[in-house]
Each structure stands twice: as C-alpha cells, then as structure tokens.
C-alpha cells in the first residue's frame, strides 16, 4: 500500500461523489477519507461513500465529522449538548462502519466563543465514548491559536491528538505553530495549498506553502502517517477533466512523499 490519502470532496464542483471516487481510485490512490458531515443535499449518502470505497478497494483513514454548529459546545445550553449527543451518535456509526479514527474541529466561523471548562467537560465525554470504542479523535487547527493547545493541555488520553492542516497553517496562523508542543500527537494531516489570501485549497505547489519546511517540522515531529491531500476541485482546475485533476493530484503527492521520506 502507498503512503498517500486524498479527500472525498464535498466542494468539487461540477461531479458527483461517485465520479470523484472513481476518479481518486483510476489516479492510482488506495486510500481516502470521508467528509462526513450534517448535509443532506448528497447525491451519494456518506455511509454509501464509505461502501463505494470498500467496494473498489479503497482504505478508509478516517472520517472528518461535522463542525456547522461546534461553537455551540462552549455555550451554555442545550444546544452544546445536543452537539455532544451528536459526536457520540457518529461516534457509534463510525464504529458499526469500522472507522477507527475521526477528524473534528473545535470552532468554526471567523468568530467563535472563548475556549472553557464547560466545552472542556463536554469535549472529555466525547472523547471518553471514543475511546470505550477504540476511535481515535485527532483536533483540527482551524482559524484561531490557542484551543487545541488548550484541549491537548488538558486531556492526556492516547486517543487524543491532532490533525495538522498546512492551509489553515499558511492561511490563518501565519504559518507559526508549536510543533514542539504536538510532538507524537500529530496523528492525521490535510496538505493543500493556498497564497495567504483565502483557505482555496489548491494542489500543492500551486500556492506559496514551503514545502520543504512544513514537512521537515512533521517528520520532527514523529508523523509517520499518510500525505493526506484534501483538494478540490473547483476554480480554474475545471479546465481539466476531475480524472486529470487527481492525476495531478496524485503526482503532487508523490512529489512531496519524496521530500519527507528523503528528510
């Protein structure tokens, strides 16, 4: 099996997720993770991606829960813990389904509440019920600097780490981070690329990303999973067939599987 992994894109523009899928598998990448997140306008239901992919081979890395209402989870309320009902309804199916590792993120929007003690009991709930089903959950940095320090900081389970995003990195955090911090709990990755302006998800080496640095501080870290590419297909990629997009997609990968590996 290679060391590469690539988004089923809930955002690529003009195909369906069955195309996409088709598509990811004929550009040669045996392993994928699902979006699975709180939409019902799918043409391809999320538990019917994860049977398409099994049914052509593909190895399922993880699933990428919903975020649309996670701010909720550091107000007081029923609504946070309804988003707390929620993770662990998933939590649950991703066991049925045999996913062992989920992505989520801790805000969402440009605003988001104050991290707390009240979304930090309701996060260890979450994380408990994962870890009663042997799922990891690995954090997302997302816009803002400070919760995932703020989660790790507090919770010690195994089960818990984080999923490095180099867009967010580039595009939000000006790319300073605290991988020193993170070390051995960089348990997922999402590589894209983008020019400091907006979070566009381009192929790698289509933005101002370096490359060379993002991966020598991951392999520093001890990350040892798969490059995991979430693209989209969108924008002035149209002008390519969704096959030639992943095609080059998939070079792209292996392009920068050489510079880690060779770190």
């Known amino acids: 099996m290679n060391n590469l992994a690539v988004c089923i894109q809930y955002s690529n523009k003009n195909v369906s997720p069955k195309d996409t899928i088709l598509a990811i598998k004929e ?14 306008n799918y043409e391809l239901d999320q538990i019917k991606q994860i049977d398409y992919c099994r049914e052509l081979g593909l190895n399922i890395i993880f699933c990428h829960l919903g975020y649309d209402n996670i701010n909720e989870i550091w107000i007081e ?11 662990i ?5 991703m066991y049925e389904n045999k996913i062992d590792m989920v992505v989520m993120h801790l805000i969402t929007h440009k605003e988001s509440p104050m991290y707390n003690e009240l979304g930090l009991e309701r996060i260890k709930r979450i994380v408990a019920h994962a870890k ?9 940095n997302t816009r803002k600097r400070g919760y995932l320090e703020f989660v790790l900081k507090n919770i010690k389970e195994e089960n818990v780490g984080i999923c490095f995003d180099a867009g967010h990195y580039h595009c939000y955090f000006n790319d300073d981070f605290d991988f020193e911090f993170f ?22 080496f289509d933005g101002t990303i370096d490359w060379d640095d993002v991966l020598q501080k991951l392999k520093q870290s001890n990350y040892n999973g798969p490059i995991t ?10 002008k390519d067939s969704v096959a030639d997009f992943y095609k080059e997609g998939y070079r792209r990968g292996q392009k920068l599987e050489e510079i880690f590996n060779n770190i």
Not at 89 to 93: A, G, K, Q, R, W
Not at 184 to 203: E, G, M, P, Q
């Open 183 to 204: 070390k051995d709990r960089v348990f997922a990755v999402h590589i894209h690329d983008n020019d400091k302006t907006s979070d566009s998800h381009l192929l790698p």
């Open 89 to 93: 309804e998933d939590l649950d199916l």
């Open 27 to 40: 550009a040669g990448f045996e392993n994928v993770f699902i979006q699975y997140y709180y939409r019902d």
């Open 77 to 87: 309320g029923e609504n946070g813990e309804n988003v707390v009902n929620q993770y």
């Open 132 to 140: 009663k089903l042997g799922i990891k959950i690995a954090f997302e």
């Open 229 to 238: 590419l979430e693209l989209c297909y969108r924008f002035d990629y149209l």
